[in-house]
């Protein structure tokens, strides 16, 4: 039985569930469900979504009508266990699921990846600086474990640091980027780095408990403004590389699903870029990613990624937003998917 996985950025999701939508957001959902409709995704994993167990709830009930329904943590899911989830701020990871998938899907509490990661708090050395500090995943990973035939494929789940600067882009006379935005846009990369290595430790453990994991890593990473540019001339790494590993460790590297996807097309939010002075209209972004290991891609599990496994969903998504304004369309991201099929025997 194939199954399509997508991850979705949908912004402000929480005004979707509410019991009094105003006009805008009627029409929102109704483009939501279009869109949903011709997709037709078995596992939405929802970035920003709606805070806490009761509203997403809400949101699946008057969003989608159920027709994908949320998996949370085992017990009395009233809200009371909203902590469980080591999420902060409003911005939650949600996995929707459908039938006949939702019976065989189960959402691992974050404690687990804790213990196996070894660490809930890690050090942050920021350039020249011999004094540590703290960070943690603001918004932790989540992960829903997928029963196919037996073998258990791992969705995570993930919304890393935003790169937003609260400074305003300040250069010398020369045009160079100086502080205090500078700092700032530096410091936050760095802990968006470290966030990316911490799931990559979470996946290098699965790898030592288990020879073949199949794990899919998909979510809003937040590589945005300023792309690259800070990591060429300060950084002299990129975040996408710390999520795939090592690739002298190819059976512990990680597929990103759009590899043979047409590079025009590769894109998910466009946004104006004050860093590189680029237009908004100009400047396609690939924000939003799925990546998969080698388990799921050279057989060794009842489903796998073919050719041409992963795309941005453009078409359904330009469809279900035509004629929209700023205020009802669907989400400022474009959905990413990756469909997987039965391996051939």
């Not at 509410?18 to 006009?23: F, H, I, R, T």
């Not at 809930?120 to 943690?136: C, E, F, K, M, P």
């Not at 941005?312 to 469909?339: I, M, Q, W, Y």
Request: proline letters at 6%; one cysteine or more; a negative charge.
């Amino acid at each position: 039985m194939t199954l399509k996985i997508t991850s979705w950025n949908i912004e402000h999701s929480h005004r979707l569930g509410s019991e009094d939508p105003s006009a805008h957001d009627l029409e929102r959902i109704r483009r939501l469900r279009q869109t949903l409709t011709e997709i037709e995704p078995d596992v939405i994993c929802l970035v920003e979504g709606p805070k806490g167990e009761v509203a997403i709830r809400a949101f699946c009930d008057r969003a989608l009508e159920n027709n994908w329904k949320p998996v949370l943590l085992s017990g009395p899911q009233d809200g009371s266990r909203d902590s469980d989830y080591e999420t902060k701020g409003t911005q939650w990871i949600w996995f929707l699921v459908r039938e006949p998938w939702f019976q065989r899907c189960e959402l691992q509490a974050p404690q687990v990846w804790q213990c196996f990661t070894e660490r809930v708090t890690w050090d942050v050395h920021y350039w020249g600086d011999l004094q540590s500090s703290r960070h943690s995943h603001y918004r932790h990973p989540q992960t829903l474990r997928v029963d196919v035939g037996g073998e258990t494929i791992e969705l995570i789940g993930l919304h890393l640091k935003s790169k937003i600067n609260r400074n305003a882009v300040s250069r010398d006379a020369d045009g160079n980027i100086v502080d205090p935005y500078l700092e700032e846009a530096l410091i936050a990369r760095i802990k968006l780095a470290t966030e990316a290595r911490n799931v990559r430790r979470y996946i290098d453990a699965r790898f030592n408990q288990s020879p073949a994991p199949g794990i899919v890593v998909m979510g809003d990473a937040n590589d945005g403004p300023g792309q690259d540019w800070f990591e060429q001339n300060y950084m002299f790494f990129d975040l996408v590389s710390n999520l795939q590993g090592n690739v002298f460790e190819a059976h512990r590297y990680l597929n990103h699903a759009l590899f043979d996807f047409p590079d025009h097309l590769s894109w998910t939010a466009k946004y104006r870029d004050p860093v590189l002075e680029i237009p908004e209209s100009q400047n396609p972004l690939l924000i939003d990613h799925i990546l998969m290991s080698q388990p799921l891609v050279n057989g060794d599990l009842p489903l796998q990624a073919e050719a041409g496994a992963g795309r941005v969903e453009h078409e359904a998504f330009e469809r279900g937003n035509a004629g929209s304004s700023s205020k009802t369309r669907t989400s400022d991201h474009r959905p990413v998917s990756l469909v997987l099929t039965p391996k051939v025997q």
